[in-house]
């Protein structure tokens, strides 16, 4: 037998892959197939759906129709991929080198959300952000809001909704990607003169806070100017107090690839959500999900809804190639040192 | 030449309750190759990271080139490191692994690549510039990091066991290689080892470190021929401690009573300033093995003892002969009266032991005689 593995040595690897290959074949590939075969029928749940292959105008028809909530996905996702990272970073940053002998707690309560589902948390933030909740009510009462405030049913709800949600695919990644980072790197660094990243980290930190707080103010359809201010100071702040040299030089270049992995992670899966929009946001805050969710499930239109979903995946593939291939490679973090 | 580089004025450093380095006071003299040396765990590591300003001392104060720099952070510090595991950046080439720390100082563009050049140069590795550390060797990674420090021109550049990685013929090669650089760029060295082979080849001077002190401090061969403690006697090369006690003095010269019952000879001076018990040291190969029926000159010492163990080594054999109260000592011959295994003492052959009186140490006998010689581990 021994000799057997040895010389036909792809047996191992084969006999490993096995359940994994199955388990995708039948639970992933049949529905798959099955939905790219609906989406070229024609017809309707009474009448009965025929297949055809001329039926390929589905795809132009549906994306036509619904490329407003295509667009919408994605401008959320990203801005709360975005808002996830500035969230995460320091999070992930704490734990893996302040973390101490509470490391693995404070690993557990990122994890913790977990272990209510996903739409029970959501329902929560329902809670917490409605209109006289446990926030925005008392300030309204005294008065430090107007009256007729309110974040549920905006933009910024589905996208605070969605961070909270996704921060632990973030979160870990880039913990992970810190943790492996050897200290003696940093003290390196610093024995060859990375002190603090003065005034570099000002004007850095201003500028980056100042876009990246300016374009979320966009998304959620705010004061985007009042936000890009906030966002400078405190970025600004940062960087002059925060940020060291041998961060910017070694540590955050050396942790990208936890970034990418974090991004990956919480830009997929936010593209294709539908109950952050579906319970914190109002109609005119709807995904390319919800949109999917009710051609399948409520109008049973499947033929639309299996073209949405395969156009979802093939713009999804194509947006992950592009980025991997800005992002994805080890050059990544020479440049960013370099910069 | 003889200004002070580097100023230690009773630094200890606590780690909770346990004392890692323990009111260590001494000074480097500018452009010295010096060294820290004693076994795993006595604190040089904390010694050295002390003066890079990755820890600061509990109490006492550091200073280099008169400066006093206790509490001022790496990069404020005109000292470089080489780390134990070398610490390149993984994620930078040579060159600008090299470049860092002129980068950071905001050395010119044109002037950075000259210099980068340059060391690369003085390390041999020329031609390397475009590679990743995870693309060269461990001698090259041990010359990179050496570069990278010396390019900042340092006033003391820090190394913690640079040679610890390499296999044996490598660290032989890169010793010799790092005192030429040293000579060639005059910049103090201060070098933590636990070879003491590796620190006698290279150093000026070697402070040998035991449990957060250091005992003694000295030139290579001071600390060789006359150590001052057991513990350095046998740190550094083999000894042979014998416990003796003081019958008087003749001339210039101490009488000793062994417990054999013989009587040795030693400088008096060796015995100034000792007060308590003291054991009489001598080197393996001072002393000769003689016939007992050879008549030896008045000015050797003479024990008669039996060889009770041989081992050929090559350039030299190892004896052990056994005195009269059973103690054993360590003799090593050079290969060169006797060569070939019929002319070798062996086993059970009667033999006289004679060495030199000004040959002899003597250390404080602080364990009351029960260990007769230490350091036999450390022959090759
Ligand atoms: N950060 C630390 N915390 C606790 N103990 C430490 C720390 N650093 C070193 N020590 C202890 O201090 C002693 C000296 O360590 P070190 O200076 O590294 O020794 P060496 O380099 O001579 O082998 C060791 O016993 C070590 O366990
Ligand atoms: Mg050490």
Same mark, same amino acid.
């Given at each position: 037998m021994g000799t057997f593995l040895k010389r036909h040595h792809w047996v191992t690897p084969l006999a490993l892959l096995t359940p994994g290959i199955l388990w995708l074949l039948v639970f992933y590939l049949w529905p798959a197939l099955q939905m790219f075969i609906a989406s070229f029928w024609h017809g309707t749940l009474e009448t009965g759906f025929v297949f055809s292959l001329d039926n390929w105008t589905n795809y132009p028809d549906a994306v036509g129709q619904f490329a407003p909530f295509y667009l919408r996905s994605v401008v959320y996702a990203a801005a709360a991929t975005m808002t996830?990272?500035?969230?995460?970073?320091p999070l992930a940053y704490t734990i893996a080198f302040k973390g101490g002998r509470f490391k693995n707690l404070m690993l557990f309560?990122?994890?913790?959300?977990?272990?209510?589902?996903?739409l029970l948390r959501t329902i929560s933030w329902k809670i917490i952000l409605g209109d006289v909740g446990p926030i925005i009510g008392p300030l309204k009462g005294i008065g430090v809001l107007p009256q007729d405030f309110h974040i549920l049913a905006t933009p910024m709800a589905v996208i605070a909704g969605i961070t909270y949600n996704f921060l632990p695919f973030m979160t870990l990644p880039v913990y992970v990607a810190l943790e492996k980072v050897d200290v003696r790197l940093v003290e390196a660094a610093k024995d060859l003169y990375a002190g603090p990243w003065r005034p570099g980290g000002l004007i850095a930190g201003g500028i980056l806070g100042g876009a990246l707080m300016g374009v979320l103010g966009l998304v959620f359809g705010v004061d985007w100017a009042v936000f890009a201010v906030i966002g400078a100071a405190f970025g600004g702040f940062v960087g002059w107090f925060l940020v060291s040299e041998s961060f910017i030089r070694v540590t955050f270049p050396l942790s990208l690839s936890g970034v990418f992995a974090g991004g990956l992670l919480t830009f997929i899966p936010a593209i294709g959500d539908y109950i952050n929009?579906?319970?914190?946001?109002?109609?005119?805050?709807?995904?390319?999900?919800?949109?999917?969710?009710?051609k399948f499930l409520t109008q049973n239109d499947y033929p639309t809804a299996s073209a949405l979903s395969f156009a979802m995946m093939a713009?999804?593939?194509v947006v992950v190639a592009i980025y991997a291939k800005v992002l994805g490679t080890e050059e990544l973090s020479a440049a960013a040192a370099r910069a | 030449m003889a200004d002070i580089e580097v100023r230690l004025v009773d630094v200890t450093k606590r780690f909770g309750?346990?004392?890692?380095?323990?009111?260590?006071?001494?000074?480097?003299?500018?452009?010295e190759f010096f060294s820290l040396l004693g076994p795993s765990g006595c604190g040089k590591t904390t010694t050295l990271r002390m003066l890079g300003g990755f820890e600061e001392p509990t109490s006492g104060l550091i200073e280099l080139h008169g400066q006093d720099v206790t509490w001022l952070p790496p990069y404020k510090r005109n000292v470089n490191t080489v780390f134990q595991n070398y610490a390149l950046f993984p994620h930078l080439s040579i060159a600008e692994n090299i470049a860092f720390g002129l980068k950071r100082r905001g050395v010119k563009a044109d002037e950075i690549k000259r210099r980068v050049a340059e060391a690369l140069e003085l390390v041999q590795l020329t031609g390397y510039e475009a590679r990743k550390p995870g693309q060269i060797s461990g001698g090259q990674a041990q010359r990179v990091a050496l570069a990278r420090a010396l390019i900042n021109r340092p006033g003391v550049l820090l190394l913690d066991e640079p040679l610890g990685a390499l296999d044996l013929k @490598?660290?032989? %090669?890169?010793?010799?290689?790092?005192?030429?650089?040293?000579?060639?760029?005059?910049?103090?060295?201060i070098y933590v080892t636990h070879d003491q082979e590796e620190a006698m080849t290279m150093s000026d001077r070697i402070a040998v470190m035991n449990k957060g002190h250091y005992e003694q401090l000295g030139e290579p061969e001071v600390l060789y021929e006359r150590p001052k403690t057991r513990f350095v006697a046998g740190f550094l090369g083999v000894s042979n401690l014998i416990p003796v006690k003081s019958e008087g003095t003749a001339d210039n010269y101490a009488i000793l009573r062994l417990p054999d019952?013989?009587?040795?000879?030693?400088?008096?001076?060796? @015995?100034?300033? %000792?007060?308590?018990?003291?054991?009489?040291g001598v080197r393996p190969e001072k002393i000769r093995l003689k016939a007992r029926a050879e008549e030896t000159s008045g000015q050797y010492n003479r024990l008669d003892g039996i060889v009770r163990h041989s081992s050929y080594i090559g350039v030299s054999t190892q004896y052990i002969v056994e005195l009269g109260d059973e103690r054993q000592l360590t003799v090593f011959e050079q290969n060169v009266e006797r060569a070939t295994k019929a002319e070798l003492w062996s086993p059970g052959e009667e033999v006289a032991l004679t060495w030199l009186p000004e040959h002899s140490f003597a250390v404080p006998d602080d364990t009351g005689g029960v260990v007769e010689q230490t350091g036999i581990a450390a022959v090759e």
């Open positions: 996830t990272f500035l969230i995460a970073y309560l990122v994890v913790a959300p977990f272990f209510t589902s996903f929009a579906e319970l914190l946001g109002n109609p005119s805050t709807n995904m390319i999900g919800n949109v999917i969710q009710n713009g999804v593939l | 309750d346990f004392v890692a380095v323990d009111a260590i006071s001494l000074e480097v003299r500018d452009g @490598l660290r032989k %090669q890169m010793q010799v290689e790092l005192k030429r650089i040293q000579q060639e760029v005059g910049i103090t060295f019952g013989h009587a040795a000879r030693a400088p008096r001076a060796l @015995l100034d300033g %000792q007060s308590g018990p003291v054991a009489l």
